[in-house]
T-cell receptor
């Protein structure tokens, strides 16, 4: 079956580093996306991984291991504005996105 | 580029009335658009996939007669909530699939529907 798992909630301190994990089991794989969603707003695109390895974009990095069905989103130098939900989504062979339930990240001063 | 607009941003309607929500891709053509709903503190729930010029594909449990989807052009999809009830109150978000790989989804700002 199709399944995407990520922690429900995480707490971190301003200025620190946090890693949000995502594991998946899908029938096909055409890439993995990370989106950020602030409360009451629509999701915004953060990153896309289709090959194994680390993709870095400023303070945010995303890692993928296809053999392990595993990805993580790494956020460095955390800022209060990073408080949001982070959604992991896998694109299947038919380009349909399967969404995780999201990880609510709480940043404390 | 890749901007998706949604209208209205919020709407309050009375129980039993219908509400239409528009989703437009402003600077690209979107053969495929998606409609989601999201309850407070919950994740996105895909309602249906809208393909230009053909009938929408609804997810299991979503009533197609209640949530009417029309995708008559490459830049516009509409969702009509018919005979709305208070339990239909939710945050409705549309997205449009990009034209090139990785075919990411670009989201509209969402519509908050309150049915009284």
């Amino acid at each position: 079956g199709q399944n995407i798992d990520q922690p429900t909630e995480m707490t971190a301190t301003e200025g620190a580093i946090v890693q949000i994990n995502c594991t998946y089991q899908t029938s096909g794989f055409n890439g993995l996306f990370w989106y950020q969603q602030h409360a009451g707003e629509a999701p915004t695109f953060l990153s896309y991984n289709v090959l194994d390895g680390l993709e870095e974009k400023g303070r945010f990095s995303s890692f993928l291991s296809r053999s392990k069905g595993y990805s993580y989103l790494l956020l460095k130098e955390l800022q209060m504005k990073d408080s949001a939900s982070y959604l992991c989504a896998v694109m299947e062979s038919n380009y349909q996105l399967i969404w995780g339930a999201g990880t609510k990240l709480i940043i404390k001063p | 580029g890749a901007v998706v607009s949604q209208h209205p941003s919020w709407v309050i309607c009375k129980s039993g009335t219908s509400v239409k929500i528009e989703c437009r891709s402003l600077d690209f053509q979107a053969t495929t658009m998606f409609w989601y709903r999201q309850f407070p503190k919950q994740s996105l729930m895909l309602m249906a996939t809208s393909n230009e010029g053909s009938k929408a594909t609804y997810e299991q449990g979503v009533e197609k007669d209640k949530f009417l989807i029309n995708h008559a052009s490459l830049t516009l999809s509409t969702l009509t909530v018919t005979s709305a009830h208070p339990e239909d109150s939710s945050f409705y978000i549309c997205s449009a699939r990009g034209e090139r790989e990785p075919y990411e989804q670009y989201f509209g700002p969402g519509t908050r529907l309150t049915v009284t």
